[in-house]
């Protein structure tokens, strides 16, 4: 037989349910992206130029990129910025 003073009287013996949160985040910027997906413009040849004289020099490392591209500058401060979002600005939401 259900009765809710019973469940009341023994509140230390249910068990609690936890709330989590699951962040999903993309990554930032890379250099792929910062060499092919900024629009087709006059700078799209000085672009590929610099994406292959740096894919050069990365030959000899068996480096890549443009495959398994690194981040650009604009995608290492994408990541700051959602680093800082998460442990500051995230946190605070929690409370």
Known sequence: RYDPGEILANEDKIIKKTTKTLILI????????????RGINWKLPFRLIYALARETMLFITSDSCLY?????????TQAKGIRDYIIKGYTNMKT
């Open 26 to 37: 993309r990554h930032g910027e890379s250099i792929w992206n910062e060499v092919f997906n």
């Open 68 to 76: 398994d591209s690194p981040l650009s500058t604009v995608g290492i």
